[in-house]
């Protein structure tokens, strides 16, 4: 993901996403008799909804974007194979108005404005889904832009799924904050190295 601008006051999320996050793990163990207060209950607690709602709908935006996405040129699947993609002939740009966020969900509208996805001042110019780079209309996409997004999809590739991924991402979103969380700390790298 690469934004220009992001909020600063995530950290007081933190707290609350890792909450969500502990309970979608214990989510399938945990039964209402075993927790003391009603909010605990996995599918209750809107963080925890927030991620499965968002990897559900993450999942389609993908699907979509390999329906309607181009393939990489040659010089593109270069860079791609030499960054570490396993299946660089599965990667497709799609450019678009606006890199997609499922704003239509009221909870997941909150959450994303609290995390600093969406909102007034931030414009997300790119996007990884899965193998599909999302791309807004009028983002240069040079090389360095691209090599970001394509540590994103092999960050993607060496998850045991997208879901992991997206939780992962996540979490340490708002652990770190987006500049120095290391997710993207490995894809600024390849800004910077391929120039
Ligand atoms: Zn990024």
Not at 25 to 52: H, I, K, R, Y
Request: with cysteine.
């Amino acid at each position: 993901m690469m934004i220009w601008c992001v909020k600063t006051d995530t950290a007081f999320l933190a707290g609350a996403i890792m909450t969500a996050l502990r309970r979608t793990a214990a989510g399938v163990a945990v039964t209402a008799s075993v927790l003391c207060s009603v909010d605990a209950v996995a599918g209750e607690d809107p963080q925890a909804d927030f991620l499965a709602r968002y990897i559900d709908w993450a999942k389609t935006i993908e699907a979509s974007g390999q329906d309607r996405g181009t393939p990489l040129s040659s010089t593109q699947l270069e860079l791609a194979r030499e960054i570490g993609i396993e299946h660089p002939e599965k990667v497709r740009l799609v450019f678009v108005d606006a890199v997609p966020f499922p704003t239509h969900d009221e909870v997941m509208r909150e959450v994303g404005e609290d995390l600093g996805f969406i909102g007034p001042g931030i414009t997300n110019n790119a996007q990884a889904f899965g193998y599909t780079i999302w791309i807004r209309d009028g983002f240069a996409l040079d090389r360095p832009g691209l090599a970001h997004e394509l540590v994103h999809v092999a960050q993607i590739e060496r998850s045991a799924s997208f879901g992991d991924y997206v939780e992962r991402y996540m979490q340490e979103l708002s652990e770190h904050g987006h500049v120095d969380m290391p997710l993207e700390v490995e894809a600024y790298a390849a800004n910077t190295k391929y120039r």
